[in-house]
């Protein structure tokens, strides 16, 4: 992530793209330093790009004047130590989530980043993508009428490593370095339910480890202890109920590897990473069940494409730039709604999701927040 979405198609788009076009008409231009912990690794990445700065030392780089903004892409469970430090430092922050393992941690970090004043971001990458987008359109337009229902998929299969390398770092597996599917994915739905249809107000959820052993980037076989597959019902404000599968554990028979389809009384649609379908009341067909004769209704060809109607860039380079306004107090972008204290709300429907998979219980958001 830090590499391939935050650097290349990011900030160094940005770079050479002339800077961020600012509402004046001029263009404020980006200057990364690259942080890690292996100085020829960062050395071959900023020749290659070009990048004149890069440490080894963070908080050398927390203490030069010249870097107002610290970027976190570093694996979960290294995050909230360094977010402590670039706040005490008084950087401003944009860190990938979730934002820290526990909820008292990522709320603490929250009120630390307020009470020092420190503007801060955390990745909403899914609600800049397109399919998303058009679906919020539809939404804002009223299309929907009273919305009653969301079921969303979400997966695809990593493979274990064996007999094919797997597609995704293998602290994914292992709930001791962070990983973990509901970790990973759950911030992610609370902010999409939460900003198209209704904050999340109790959640179900059953997590699994299908696959309890896997092959890690060395060769070496290691026991899978985190969840690969997650199957939670989310019920929003205001009555909609929000189904989501969540899997590294299933093959795709889908367009794209997100989908989720919203039922409405005056309409559906059904949209995934770029593409969204819609179909009105008025078009709706009137299926009839009969199990002794084909279906006669092409279900497929009764929805009609929901067109783009402009142009969309990379979902992490939109938001970054809208944080960097954000960073730069442009007009219209004094308050930042995709915060620490909504980063915070993911991490706490990622705790309520486990804990709900372990008690085999409905938990309430309210009943959390209050105890
Ligand atoms: N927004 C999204 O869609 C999305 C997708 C995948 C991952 N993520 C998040 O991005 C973060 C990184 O995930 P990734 O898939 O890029 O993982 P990764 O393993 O590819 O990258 C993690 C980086 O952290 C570094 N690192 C590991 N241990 C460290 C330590 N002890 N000290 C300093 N650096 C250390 C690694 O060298 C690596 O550069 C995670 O928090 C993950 O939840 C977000």
């Given at each position: 992530?830090?590499?391939?979405?935050?650097?290349?198609?990011s900030?160094?788009?940005?770079?050479?793209?002339?800077?961020?076009?600012?509402?004046?008409?001029?263009?404020?231009?980006?200057?990364?330093?690259?942080?890690?912990?292996?100085?020829a690794?960062?050395?071959?990445?900023?020749?290659?790009?070009?990048?004149?700065?890069?440490?080894t030392?963070?908080?050398e780089?927390?203490?030069?004047?010249?870097?107002?903004?610290?970027?976190?892409?570093?694996?979960?469970?290294?995050?909230a130590?360094?977010?402590?430090?670039?706040?005490?430092?008084?950087?401003?922050?944009?860190?990938?989530?979730?934002?820290?393992e526990?909820?008292?941690?990522?709320?603490?970090?929250?009120?630390?980043?307020?009470?020092?004043?420190?503007?801060?971001?955390?990745?909403?990458?899914?609600?800049?993508?397109?399919?998303?987008?058009?679906?919020?359109?539809?939404?804002?337009?009223?299309?929907?009428?009273?919305?009653?229902?969301?079921?969303?998929?979400?997966g695809?299969?990593?493979?274990?490593?064996?007999?094919?390398?797997?597609?995704?770092?293998?602290?994914?597996?292992?709930?001791?370095?962070?990983?973990?599917?509901?970790?990973?994915m759950?911030?992610?739905?609370?902010?999409?339910?939460?900003h198209?249809?209704?904050?999340?107000?109790?959640?179900?959820?059953?997590?699994?480890?299908?696959?309890?052993?896997?092959?890690?980037?060395?060769?070496?076989?290691?026991?899978?202890?985190?969840?690969?597959?997650?199957?939670?019902?989310?019920?929003?404000?205001?009555?909609?109920?929000?189904?989501?599968?969540?899997?590294?554990?299933?093959?795709?028979?889908?367009?794209?590897?997100?989908?989720?389809?919203?039922?409405?009384?005056?309409?559906?649609?059904?949209?995934?990473?770029?593409?969204?379908?819609?179909?009105?009341?008025?078009?709706?067909?009137?299926?009839?069940?009969?199990?002794?004769?084909?279906?006669?209704?092409?279900?497929?060809?009764?929805?009609?494409?929901?067109?783009?109607?402009?142009?969309?860039?990379?979902?992490?380079?939109?938001?970054?730039?809208?944080?960097?306004?954000?960073?730069?107090?442009?007009?219209?972008?004094?308050?930042?709604?995709?915060?620490?204290?909504?980063?915070?709300?993911?991490?706490?429907?990622a705790?309520?999701?486990?804990?709900?998979?372990?008690?085999?219980?409905?938990?309430?958001?309210?009943?959390?927040?209050?105890?």
């Amino acid at each position: 992530m830090g590499y391939r979405q935050h650097l290349v198609r990011s900030i160094l788009a940005i770079r050479d793209s002339g800077g961020l076009l600012l509402a004046d008409g001029s263009r404020a231009q980006v200057r990364p330093v690259l942080v890690g912990r292996n100085r020829a690794k960062l050395a071959e990445i900023a020749a290659r790009h070009d990048v004149e700065d890069v440490s080894t030392d963070l908080d050398e780089v927390l203490s030069d004047d010249a870097f107002g903004v610290y970027g976190d892409f570093l694996v979960t469970s290294q995050r909230a130590s360094a977010l402590r430090r670039a706040i005490a430092a008084g950087k401003a922050i944009y860190t990938e989530k979730p934002t820290a393992e526990t909820h008292a941690e990522a709320v603490e970090l929250a009120e630390l980043a307020q009470r020092a004043g420190v503007k801060n971001g955390v990745v909403h990458d899914k609600l800049f993508l397109p399919g998303l987008l058009k679906l919020k359109r539809l939404v804002d337009s009223g299309f929907f009428g009273r919305i009653l229902s969301v079921r969303g998929e979400f997966g695809y299969w990593v493979f274990e490593g064996d007999w094919q390398p797997a597609q995704r770092p293998s602290w994914n597996y292992r709930a001791q370095d962070g990983g973990g599917i509901v970790v990973d994915m759950f911030p992610h739905w609370n902010y999409v339910l939460e900003h198209l249809f209704g904050p999340v107000e109790a959640v179900y959820a059953r997590a699994v480890t299908h696959i309890d052993s896997r092959v890690d980037e060395a060769g070496q076989r290691y026991t899978a202890t985190a969840d690969d597959a997650a199957y939670g019902i989310f019920e929003l404000a205001g009555g909609v109920v929000a189904q989501i599968n969540s899997s590294w554990t299933t093959r795709v028979h889908r367009d794209e590897l997100v989908e989720f389809h919203v039922d409405g009384t005056h309409g559906s649609a059904v949209a995934g990473l770029f593409h969204c379908e819609a179909q009105p009341r008025v078009a709706t067909p009137k299926p009839v069940w009969n199990p002794d004769l084909p279906d006669p209704i092409d279900h497929r060809a009764a929805w009609t494409t929901v067109p783009d109607n402009a142009e969309t860039e990379n979902g992490f380079r939109a938001q970054w730039e809208g944080f960097l306004r954000h960073v730069l107090d442009e007009p219209g972008h004094e308050t930042y709604p995709f915060d620490l204290a909504s980063g915070a709300r993911g991490v706490l429907l990622a705790e309520l999701g486990l804990r709900s998979s372990r008690e085999g219980r409905r938990l309430t958001v309210a009943d959390e927040v209050q105890a």
